[in-house]
Nanobody, 126 residues
């Protein structure tokens, strides 16, 4: 069983930056994608970033493109999310996702994870 564990959330002012980390503890295996979702109060869970096992492919939702960067360190089974120029609408619980099915194509992409973290709160004040 794989258990992703997020860290790095908190309160930040608009325009500020945060970096989230997610370590995949427990049984791990090679060649799996990782990603990030978020869920704001009263809204559906939103997929916004994914990365392939070898970091060759990354995808971002338009809402974060150019502001957020996903990366990973396979030696540590860890995925990172650097968030710059944060906005109040970025306020949400951020969830790490591990393994599952990830497709990155020229015109579309999708990611259906297998394992989920518990989430870490990110609050951006105006």
């Amino acid at each position: 069983q794989v258990q992703p564990v997020e860290s790095g959330g908190g309160l930040v002012q608009a325009g500020g930056s945060l970096r989230l980390s997610c370590a995949a503890t427990g049984r791990t295996f090679p060649n799996y994608p990782m990603g990030w979702f978020r869920q704001a109060p009263g809204k559906e869970r939103e997929f916004f970033a994914a990365i392939s096992w070898n970091s060759d492919s990354t995808d971002y939702a338009d809402s974060v493109k150019g502001r957020f960067t996903i990366s990973r360190d396979n030696a540590k089974d860890t995925v990172y999310l650097k968030m710059n120029n944060l906005k109040p609408e970025d306020t949400a619980v951020y969830l790490c996702a591990v393994a599952g099915e990830y497709y990155s194509g020229s015109s579309y992409y999708y990611y259906y994870p297998t394992y989920w973290g518990q989430g870490t709160q990110v609050t951006v004040s105006s």
